[in-house]
């Protein structure tokens, strides 16, 4: 179950319970796990982070392909930033960090009394070992991080921009794995997949084989008391379905997974509970630029605005979503969460109702004449659109079956094409598809900087053909490059919210990426083995099996039950 890189998240269907009873009879010790207890009484907990097939081993954290747990739980950021709260970030590896005024160096107060888990001391010189690195090694440098740094004491490092960089804070703080000098000067972090890794996290790696591997607690960290979960287990199955069946049975205590009937199935069981995090938004991709070289009906803004108006949302949630989606804005924002954000010149919210009447007229007035079959025509070409989407990704199927209906009633025609994920990414990245559906959202804060400029940046596209590092609609508009680069300028949230507002404006209007809904995350915990998960009224951290960085938060809050 591969999570792509704008975090669409994993989909699972149900299945039979003998099937996880099979699937762990050939996973090592599912006994135990069952018990919740590891050799010699310790506890245990184990997870499903969407890992199927065979696991290949590496805790690189600068690599495409490390294994999950090496961000946030084996290695830790300077600071971590909780995605459901606007607050601040609280400090892991540092305790402080302030800019100058023009935003081209930032000095860090790092933690004392900090170890590595071979008994090393921690330092400021690590810090600066890591950022340089990084500078040095363009292929690890997925941030784009422009920045020297130097160890100006034992707790104190400046790190030096060459241009104004305030926006880079959340990625430098937040979502950077600090290494330690004593080792890695001596790796090549581009190429090493770090067998035995040596982090300040709250786990280290205890064993690893291809089907699981297993974590211990780190008796030397730093935070009094954490972690209290002796042994964390990390599993592959078989299949989406056997997730839920192995939740089903007892066998996995956390994992984040939408399935039918997800609800009367928990219920069923009492030691199962759920939270519910809406924070990405499902949302058709169009590639919309005919200039770069985009072809179809939908490079018409008319034809995208009168989808975004035809679409019944209400009877989407309820057919494709089990009522636990929440309508979306058009600022491509969440609602509640970054109220502060949003421009008062655009609506908030999508309608949950559709308006046909204006999706017709929409389309009318560009030029588009209905057809004898029922279907908008103009300039000879029907609109017909497709619809690409991952073979297995059921309730995105779902949806599209209905959009399907929905978009008939206004004379679009629509079909679906269901692909591999690697067909779907890859025409994605391409440009060689009409309309893809797919989620946005989960930044490394929650400043909507990192979304409108990966999103909507012109720097981030290219022509059919050639891959767009972000930007898959081929999105350019000069009015929104501009207010991104000036938003980029400023650590000034009122000069911020000025440049978002002229953004939301023109992306609202031209809907390159349509909103549908804001899609479900779903989380499960079994609370017979640990209790202190993340819950609806307390949101300590983005609650899902996989996602890096909230990993390490969780696994040293909860505690095993007596």
């Known amino acids: 179950m591969y999570l792509p890189k704008w975090d669409r998240k994993s989909t699972v269907f149900v299945a039979g319970v003998a099937a996880a009873a099979l699937l762990f009879a050939g996973c090592g010790d599912a006994g135990g796990a069952a018990k919740g207890k590891a050799a010699g009484g310790e506890s245990r907990i184990t997870v ?47 305790t402080a960090f302030e800019w100058n005024k023009t935003g081209t160096q930032l000095t860090v107060t790092t933690r004392s009394g900090v170890k590595w888990s071979d008994g090393k001391p921690f330092s400021a010189a690590d810090v600066a070992f890591t950022f340089n690195m990084i500078a040095k ?36 703080l937040g979502d950077t794995p600090i290494v330690p000098e004593h080792l890695w000067k001596s790796k090549d972090p581009a190429t090493d997949i770090n067998q035995n890794p040596v982090g300040t996290g709250a786990y280290s790696v205890g064993s690893f084989t291809p089907q699981s ?35 089903l049975a007892g066998e996995v205590d ?19 509970s759920y939270v519910n995090t809406p924070a990405l938004t499902t949302s058709l991709f169009a590639c919309s630029n005919a200039k770069l070289g985009c072809k179809g009906p939908q490079t018409d803004p008319a034809v995208r605005q009168a989808i975004y108006h035809a679409l ?4 989407l949630n309820k057919l494709a979503f089990s009522n636990v989606a929440e309508p979306p804005s058009p600022t491509m924002l969440i609602p509640g969460r970054d109220d502060k954000w949003i421009s008062p010149a655009v609506p908030a919210k999508t309608a949950t109702a559709p308006d046909t009447a204006k999706a017709e007229s929409l389309l009318t007035q560009a030029g588009w004449t209905k057809g004898s079959d029922g279907i908008y025509v103009k300039d000879g070409q029907r609109l017909s ?21 929905q978009l ?54 290219a022509t059919v053909g050639q891959n767009a590092s972000s930007n898959p609609s081929r999105y350019a508009n000069p009015a929104v490059d501009a207010a991104i680069a000036a938003a980029s300028q400023t650590n000034d949230d009122a000069e911020k919210k000025k440049q978002y ?62």
């Not at 390159?512 to 989380?523: K, R």
């Open 312 to 315: 019944d949302r209400e009877q």
């Open 254 to 272: 956390w994992m984040s997974s939408y399935f039918p009937g997800f609800d009367g199935l928990m219920k069923s069981k009492k030691e199962l």
């Open 213 to 247: 591997y297993e974590l211990k607690k780190n008796p030397a960290y730093w935070e009094p008391g954490k972690p209290q979960i002796d042994k964390v287990r990390y599993i592959s199955l078989a299949s989406a379905d056997a997730a839920t069946s192995a939740l």
């Open 501 to 562: 507002a002229v953004i939301q404006q023109h992306i609202a209007r031209d809907l390159p990426y349509i909103p549908v809904v804001i899609g479900s995350t779903l989380t499960e915990f079994n609370n017979s083995r640990a209790t202190g998960w993340p819950t609806q009224d307390n949101l300590y951290s983005f609650p899902a099996s996989w996602k890096s960085w909230d990993n390490g938060i969780v696994l040293k809050t909860i505690t095993p039950v007596k």
């Open 408 to 461: 008939r009633k206004v004379g679009m025609e629509i079909k679906a094409s269901q692909v591999s994920w690697n067909e779907w990414n890859s025409k994605e990245l391409k440009g060689t598809y009409q309309l893809s559906l797919n989620s946005i959202g989960l930044g490394p804060s929650t400043d909507p900087y990192f979304n409108y400029e990966g999103k909507y940046s012109s720097k981030n596209t």
């Open 385 to 405: 659109l497709t619809i690409q989407v991952v073979t297995g990704w059921s309730d995105f199927i779902s949806a599209i079956d209905a959009m399907t209906q």
């Open 137 to 172: 090694t363009a292929s690890i440098n997925t941030n784009g991080l422009a920045a020297t740094a130097k160890a100006t004491g034992a707790n104190t490092v400046v790190l030096s921009f060459k241009k104004t960089s305030f926006v880079a804070g959340p990625s430098v």
């Open 48 to 94: 499903f982070n969407g890992a199927t097939g065979t696991i290949a081993e590496n805790f690189n954290p600068f690599s495409s392909t490390a294994l999950q747990p090496a961000r946030g739980i084996i290695y830790e950021p300077l600071f971590y930033y909780n995605l459901m709260s606007s607050g601040d970030p609280k400090p892991l590896l540092a």
